[in-house]
Nanobody, 125 residues
Framework: QVQLVESGGGLVQAGGSLRLSCAAS????????MGWFRQDPGKEREFVAA????????NYAESVKGRFTISRDNAKNTAYLQMNSLKPEDTAVYYC??????????????????WGQGTQVTVSS
């Protein structure tokens, strides 16, 4: 498994931008599919975006398509989520996830075996 640590969350006004980072340790990062999920209190964790191990293919939830971009730098063992045109409804704890099995597109929590601790994103109106 790979260990994951998210950073980059914070408070931003509606229409603003944030970039989340997910630093990974372990030798399996470059071979892992990476994903981002988010969760509001009292709600289920929901899929946001995923990227293949070589970064060639991405997949997004409809609610973020055109506003968010997932990317990765395998040389730095880091995945990113660039979030633009943020809305109050984007407020949540954001989690990165990894899995070495290849299943595409991985849009369910059960499709990922490794998780970070989460980072809070708050968008004010």
């Amino acid at each position: 498994q790979v260990q994951l640590v998210e950073s980059g969350g914070g408070l931003v006004q509606a229409g603003g931008s944030l970039r989340l980072s997910c630093a990974a340790s372990g030798r399996t990062f470059s071979g892992s599919v990476m994903g981002w999920f988010r969760q509001d209190p009292g709600k289920e964790r929901e899929f946001v975006a995923a990227i293949t191990s070589n970064g060639a293919v991405t997949n997004y939830a409809e609610s973020v398509k055109g506003r968010f971009t997932i990317s990765r730098d395998n040389a730095k063992n880091t995945a990113y989520l660039q979030m633009n045109s943020l809305k109050p409804e984007d407020t949540a704890v954001y989690y990165c996830a990894a899995d070495a099995r290849f299943y595409w597109p991985p849009r369910k929590v059960s499709d990922f075996s490794s998780w970070g601790q989460g980072t809070q994103v708050t968008v004010s109106s």
